[in-house]
């Protein structure tokens, strides 16, 4: 028996889960159909917009008490796009390897045949997401005087870096916030997944610019997430700036490689983390010169330096003046 994502979105896995319709003036999403898990999820819910046929836009934010396998089976050809944020979420399709949705963008190809999703209980679920469906895309191009390809048997040859972008991942946020905040206009929703649609159309004609953002850019796009863990290992090394952890230490507190966190930390801070222990032990330095009674060499030695010459060397890169300039400049 098909399932009816086409006309009704979520509204068969809400009931599954239990949900009730929270809909009209005091819903959380007038726009929209907010459906409320029981009380004792807690404040839980699915948010469905609808705004134009062929179209959904959702966003979930829930905990389950026990994993739930929902099977799939919409006859209308179509694409789901999610924003995966957070969450145990299994995708199974015949013929195809288990998908575990990791954080990211990821696409779904619907063509008739039946796929299984299973949410699990072990982590907070938290996705927006879009299903666009072959109808509405033939009915938009149709009605542009310009012509344009795109159809869902494309997307089955579509590599993950063509949607999952830093740009994409922006207009997935705003999708978000808009959905959420439930007062922004129907026509806003339907741009902006075809807004969505654009961008992967363009990586789509010009692969070599994809292929090369891919391999040059995307790694050195910092997520929210990446950017809590980096703050971490700067905490940790202004901490300990004289002695600081090797780069392992930091990769166990960042939870990633040591290649990608080099490659982040510079994207945040413009500069590697050898530069940025090297500067700050220079502004260490410039601190110790103001007292008199250290020398130019226990200062040197307190850094860890062999020699005050390689000393000296690395606080003029650094301040432009070597340590005895400095001091003169200080009346010292």
């Given at each position: 028996m098909a399932t009816n994502e086409y006309f009704d979105g979520n509204a068969e896995l809400?009931?599954?889960?239990?949900?009730?319709?929270?809909?009209?003036e005091l819903s959380?999403?007038?726009k929209g159909i907010t459906y409320v898990f029981?009380?004792?999820?807690?404040?839980?819910?699915?948010i469905d917009i609808h705004p134009k046929s062929g179209l959904f836009v959702s966003d979930a934010y829930f905990t389950l008490h026990q994993p739930v396998t929902r099977t799939y089976e919409i006859e209308q050809p179509g694409l789901f796009l999610c924003s995966f944020e957070s969450g145990d979420v299994t995708i199974f399709e015949r013929g195809k390897k288990a998908r575990r949705m990791r954080?990211?963008?990821?696409?779904?190809?619907?063509?008739?045949?039946?796929?299984?999703?299973?949410?699990?209980?072990?982590?907070?679920?938290?996705?927006?997401g879009v299903w666009v469906f072959a109808d509405f895309i033939s009915k938009y191009l149709q009605d542009r005087e310009w012509k344009e390809s795109l159809t869902i048997s494309d997307a089955l040859t579509w590599p993950s870096h063509y949607y999952n972008t830093p740009e994409l991942l922006l207009h997935f946020q705003q999708l978000r916030f808009a959905i959420r905040g439930?007062?922004?206009?129907?026509?806003?929703?339907?741009?902006?997944?075809?807004?969505?649609?654009s961008l992967i159309l363009c990586a789509v004609q010009t692969p070599k610019h994809a292929e090369w953002f891919q391999k040059k850019e995307r790694p050195k796009h910092v997520t929210y997430q990446n950017q809590q863990f980096i703050w971490k290992v700067k905490a940790e090394?202004?901490?300990?700036?004289?002695?600081?952890?090797?780069?392992?230490?930091?990769?166990?507190?960042?939870?990633?490689?040591?290649?990608?966190?080099?490659?982040?930390f510079k994207s945040c801070y413009g500069m590697s983390i050898a530069d940025y222990v090297r500067q700050e032990k220079m502004n260490h330095a410039l601190r110790l010169l103001w007292h008199d009674e250290m020398s130019i060499q226990n200062i040197s030695s307190l850094l860890g330096y062999a020699r005050p010459s390689k000393f000296t060397e690395a606080f003029k890169k650094i301040h432009g003046l070597t340590p005895r300039q400095v001091r003169q400049s200080f009346n010292l």
């Amino acid at each position: 028996m098909a399932t009816n994502e086409y006309f009704d979105g979520n509204a068969e896995l809400a009931a599954q889960l239990g949900c009730t319709k929270d809909s009209g003036e005091l819903s959380r999403c007038p726009k929209g159909i907010t459906y409320v898990f029981p009380p004792e999820n807690g404040d839980n819910w699915f948010i469905d917009i609808h705004p134009k046929s062929g179209l959904f836009v959702s966003d979930a934010y829930f905990t389950l008490h026990q994993p739930v396998t929902r099977t799939y089976e919409i006859e209308q050809p179509g694409l789901f796009l999610c924003s995966f944020e957070s969450g145990d979420v299994t995708i199974f399709e015949r013929g195809k390897k288990a998908r575990r949705m990791r954080q990211g963008i990821h696409l779904l190809v619907n063509q008739g045949k039946p796929f299984k999703v299973v949410f699990g209980n072990e982590k907070h679920i938290r996705y927006t997401g879009v299903w666009v469906f072959a109808d509405f895309i033939s009915k938009y191009l149709q009605d542009r005087e310009w012509k344009e390809s795109l159809t869902i048997s494309d997307a089955l040859t579509w590599p993950s870096h063509y949607y999952n972008t830093p740009e994409l991942l922006l207009h997935f946020q705003q999708l978000r916030f808009a959905i959420r905040g439930g007062v922004t206009p129907l026509m806003y929703f339907e741009s902006k997944v075809i807004a969505i649609l654009s961008l992967i159309l363009c990586a789509v004609q010009t692969p070599k610019h994809a292929e090369w953002f891919q391999k040059k850019e995307r790694p050195k796009h910092v997520t929210y997430q990446n950017q809590q863990f980096i703050w971490k290992v700067k905490a940790e090394l202004d901490k300990e700036i004289l002695n600081p952890p090797p780069v392992k230490q930091l990769a166990t507190i960042a939870g990633m490689g040591t290649t990608k966190l080099r490659i982040l930390f510079k994207s945040c801070y413009g500069m590697s983390i050898a530069d940025y222990v090297r500067q700050e032990k220079m502004n260490h330095a410039l601190r110790l010169l103001w007292h008199d009674e250290m020398s130019i060499q226990n200062i040197s030695s307190l850094l860890g330096y062999a020699r005050p010459s390689k000393f000296t060397e690395a606080f003029k890169k650094i301040h432009g003046l070597t340590p005895r300039q400095v001091r003169q400049s200080f009346n010292l």
